[in-house]
């Protein structure tokens, strides 16, 4: 993770296996997914349904466990956008995506 948008090409040459990410990406994937967090608690009750329910409100939007390995593994030197939003994207009807 780097706050900067740009590396010399000694330091791309240098990345082999390793991927960069702008910090600035990072951050709204994280304030994403604490979004998600809110919208499932909201709402919470002792109710088995009622949680089953919040959960099946969210849990299409959450990323599957691997995104960002699968972002970085998509990526040239950058992990970008594109990257970040085929690897969260879950295979309909499963959660192995």
Known sequence: MTPW???DQTALDR???VRL???DL??????????????YRRGWS???GVRAERRRD???????LDWLWRAS???EAWVERPDLDGARRR????AAG
């Open 5 to 7: 948008n740009h590396a």
């Open 15 to 17: 990345l082999d296996r």
């Open 21 to 23: 990410l702008q910090r």
């Open 26 to 39: 990072l951050v709204e994937e994280v304030e994403r997914l604490i979004g998600l967090l809110h919208e």
């Open 46 to 48: 002792e109710d088995a």
């Open 58 to 64: 969210v849990e299409d939007r959450l990323p599957v």
């Open 73 to 75: 593994e998509r990526a």
């Open 91 to 94: 295979v309909l009807g499963s």
